[in-house]
């Protein structure tokens, strides 16, 4: 089952399954703290492993005109005002190498967006921070070649200080369009990392809604489940008040209103699966 991931100021042991959820870009502090408090609220109801998730920057956009967030400073503070509050760990992307020291100093995971999971001097810069490093599998990239990026970071924290989770998004499957291929899970724990599920981007359909990416959220269950019961660690949601009002991938969030039935059911997939390891 593999280690306790100790994350921030918590130990989420092999026994529970991680989660990674919030919006997917910080609208407002108003609105980012709103879903904070509520996921924290879930954490302690449902005893969660949690962490909080959410964007100062969204540089990949379909639109210039698209929401993009309150930028790295106002973000970080933002960030660190959720942490202040909450005591959730934090995970926020980081798209250019000037971004990583100080988005190190308030986060507890740099995420690597899958566009850039082959930019080198992104990745070793993000390694040689002391944070945990989620790197979402390109949608263009095998499985198995995620073992070059494990190979990077391993160049700059040896492998017995990797912290570094490897994350399935979907491949893309024709034009506009994706596809999640289960096995690519077991294949890049075959590098020793955990690896998580991202059920929200998987559903995107790139482009499809004119100016903005489209989706089909009626399937986030369906790969979140899956993608448990295939060898998951954990599970990664954009989740949002009304998506039909997000700015930022709102085709593809997930209501937070049907948030607490689907924990429970990925809950007990992941300690069914376990128990028959």
């Not at 609208?27 to 302690?44: F, G, N, P, V, Y």
């Not at 993009?68 to 190498?97: F, W």
Request: some cysteine.
């Amino acid at each position: 089952m593999g280690d306790v991931l100790k994350i921030g100021t918590e130990g989420f042991p092999a026994d529970t399954p991680l989660f990674i959820l919030g919006p997917c870009v910080i609208e407002s502090e108003e609105m980012t703290l709103r879903i904070a408090e509520e996921l924290l609220d879930l954490k302690q109801k449902l005893n969660l492993a949690l962490i909080f998730k959410a964007s100062f920057d969204k540089a990949n956009r379909s639109s210039i005109h698209s929401f993009r967030g309150p930028g790295l400073e106002e973000g970080l503070r933002i960030l660190q005002k959720v942490k202040d509050e909450t005591g959730l760990p934090l995970i926020s992307d980081v798209h250019e190498t000037g971004q990583v020291r100080s988005a190190a100093q308030v986060l507890d995971v740099l995420q690597i967006p899958a566009f850039l999971c082959r930019q080198t001097d992104l990745l070793m810069a993000a390694a040689q921070t002391d944070c945990w490093l989620n790197v979402k599998k390109g949608q263009f990239l095998a499985p198995q070649d995620m073992s070059h990026v494990v190979y990077k970071i391993d160049e700059v924290r040896g492998p017995e200080k990797r912290r570094l989770l490897l994350t399935e998004r979907g491949s893309t499957f024709g034009y506009r369009d994706l596809v999640v291929d289960v096995r690519s899970i077991p294949l890049m724990a075959d590098t020793g990392c955990p690896v998580i599920i991202d059920a929200t981007h998987a559903v995107q359909q790139p482009g499809a809604a004119g100016q903005v990416t489209g989706g089909q959220p009626r399937f986030i269950p369906t790969i979140a489940q899956a993608g448990i019961v295939s060898g998951a660690r954990g599970v990664f949601m954009e989740v949002h008040p009304d998506p039909s009002v997000a700015k930022s991938d709102g085709f593809n969030a997930l209501s937070l209103s049907f948030l607490p039935p689907l924990l429970t059911k990925l809950i007990d997939l992941y300690h069914w699966r376990i128990e028959h390891e």
